[in-house]
């Protein structure tokens, strides 16, 4: 794989995350067990150094985990455009308004009628410490030429561009 330099990564990492609105959220479970559902990612932009936001619901008993143990990884993936991403980081509950009036919106309303002063409502605050991304622009066709080439002479094939950064820096 390529690693294009030309963009800052914050920049080619939003890009590739925008428009993929359910991540999978995956957090230690009680019991130490890894547990993954998908969550709607609330952010209209990203800055470097800004967080992921999600809401949740208090319900969902999700905050109080996340105090016992706030280390997540959160996986984007669209399939059919080859785009793979994983960001590792801390995710806290926040009690912040102004952030939860910001990214409240229609949809966030079919879950929490009570609109931002809903008392089920919870602001998660994911902090990236690390994310790595697989952008694979070649058409299948392509792709499968140049598996099969590097098959044949052993030498790993380049496909699409791959990148990783620790965000925390």
């Not at 609330?42 to 999700?62: C, H, I, M, W």
């Not at 905050?63 to 996986?75: H, T």
Request: glycine share 8%; proline share 5%.
């Amino acid at each position: 794989m390529s690693n294009d330099q030309t963009r800052p990564f914050h920049e080619a990492l939003w890009d590739l995350i925008k428009d993929i609105r359910f991540p999978m959220f995956v957090h230690r479970h009680l019991g130490g067990m890894l547990h993954a559902h998908p969550l709607t990612m609330q952010n209209r932009t990203l800055k470097a150094g800004d967080p992921l936001y999600f809401f949740v619901s208090k319900k969902s008993e999700l905050g109080q985990r996340l105090l016992v143990d706030g280390g997540v990884c959160v996986a984007f993936a669209e399939p059919k455009d080859d785009v793979y991403v994983s960001i590792s980081g801390h995710a806290s509950v926040s009690e912040d308004m102004g952030k939860k009036k910001e990214l409240f919106n229609a949809m966030s309303k079919a879950w929490f009628p009570g609109g931002v002063e809903d008392p089920d409502l919870e602001l998660v605050e994911v902090a990236m410490e690390h994310a790595e991304f697989w952008d694979v622009k070649e058409s299948k066709m392509t792709q499968l030429l140049k598996m099969a080439t590097a098959a044949v002479t052993g030498k790993q094939p380049e496909l699409g561009e791959h990148r990783e950064m620790d965000t925390a820096q």
